[in-house]
Nanobody, 127 residues
Framework: QVQLVESGGGSVQAGGSLRLSCAAS????????MGWFRQAPGKEREFVAA????????HYADPVKGRFIISRDNAKNTQYLQMNRLKPEDSAVYYC????????????????????WGRGTQVFVSS
């Protein structure tokens, strides 16, 4: 089992930046792909970004491409989401996810592909 704890959320004005972190504990010796999803009030949960266990492959949802950067430091068992040029529509609870199973490229954005979830961290972007 892997436990995930997010941090770094908060309030920021539009155009600003935030950096989310997700610390993993437990069976971190396994090769877990990791990622981020988000959910705004009244909206469906949506994929944000994901990174392969070795950091070689990164996937981004179209709304965040060019603004968000996902990375990981396996020595620290931590992944990061650098969020730049934030917009009010980025406001949501952001969830860290992890899974060690194989997935097709087309499945990286599927929430069902990730077994482990953190509790989430709130991000609010004011206009």
């Amino acid at each position: 089992q892997v436990q995930l704890v997010e941090s770094g959320g908060g309030s920021v004005q539009a155009g600003g930046s935030l950096r989310l972190s997700c610390a993993a504990s437990g069976r971190t010796s396994d090769q877990y792909d990791m990622g981020w999803f988000r959910q705004a009030p009244g909206k469906e949960r949506e994929f944000v970004a994901a990174v392969s266990w070795n950091g070689d492959y990164k996937h981004y949802a179209d709304p965040v491409k060019g603004r968000f950067i996902i990375s990981r430091d396996n020595a620290k068992n931590t992944q990061y989401l650098q969020m730049n040029r934030l917009k009010p529509e980025d406001s949501a609870v952001y969830y860290c996810v992890a899974d060690n199973r194989f997935r097709l490229a087309s499945d990286w954005g599927d929430a069902n592909q990730y077994e482990h979830w953190g509790r989430g961290t709130q991000v609010f972007v004011s206009s």
